[in-house]
C-alpha cells in the first residue's frame, strides 16, 4: 500500500450488486478516500495482518474503518471479527458489520465480540445507497478514532 495514500476504509463484502453499490455510494459521499475491497474473510485476515499478499504493508497502517459482511466465503465475518478484536494490534479498529442478517444470534454475537455497529443492509437501493454513504462520512469525519498503545 501507498504510504501517501494509506487505506482509509476497508470493505469485506463477498455480493458483487452490494459491493458495486457501497463504492458507488462511499465515493459519492467522500470522493476522496482510499478504499480497499476484500471479498472474503481469508483475503480480509491477511489485508488487516499484513500476511501473504499483503505481506509488504505495515500493520500500524490500519484503516480508520472496517465495513464486515457477516455471510463471507473461506472465513465468516464472526471469526473475522473475533480475531480483529482479540488482537491488541487491531482491537481498537471500528468495525461496523453491514449484513443482511437479522438472526438475533448474529447481532448479539457481533455485539459481544466488540462490533461498533450492526446495520442491516437495506432491501431498497436508494436507502442501500443512501446507509452507506452516511456511515462513510460518519466514519471518515466524525468519529475521533483511538490510537493503539500496542
Known amino acids: ?54 505481506s509488504t504493508r505495515l500493520i500500524s497502517d490500519v484503516p480508520k474503518v472496517i465495513l464486515l459482511d457477516l455471510k463471507l466465503p473461506k472465513v465468516d ?20 458489520v453491514l449484513t443482511s442478517s437479522k438472526e438475533q444470534r448474529d447481532v448479539v454475537e457481533s455485539y459481544q465480540l466488540g462490533v461498533n455497529s450492526y446495520i442491516v443492509k437495506p432491501v431498497n437501493f436508494e436507502r442501500f445507497v443512501e446507509a452507506v454513504r452516511n456511515l462513510g462520512l460518519y466514519w471518515m469525519t466524525l468519529n475521533q478514532p483511538a490510537k493503539s498503545v500496542v
Open 77 to 96: 465475518g464472526l471469526d473475522v471479527l473475533r480475531r480483529l478484536k482479540g488482537d491488541p494490534r487491531t482491537a481498537m479498529i471500528p468495525v461496523v
Open 1 to 54: 500500500m501507498n504510504e501517501l495514500n494509506p487505506v482509509q476504509l476497508l470493505l469485506i463484502e463477498d455480493n458483487p450488486q452490494d459491493l458495486e453499490l457501497a463504492l458507488l455510494a462511499l465515493q459519492q459521499g467522500s470522493p476522496n478516500i482510499q478504499i480497499h475491497v476484500a471479498r472474503d474473510g481469508a483475503e480480509a485476515l491477511d489485508f488487516i495482518f499484513c500476511e501473504g499478499l499483503y
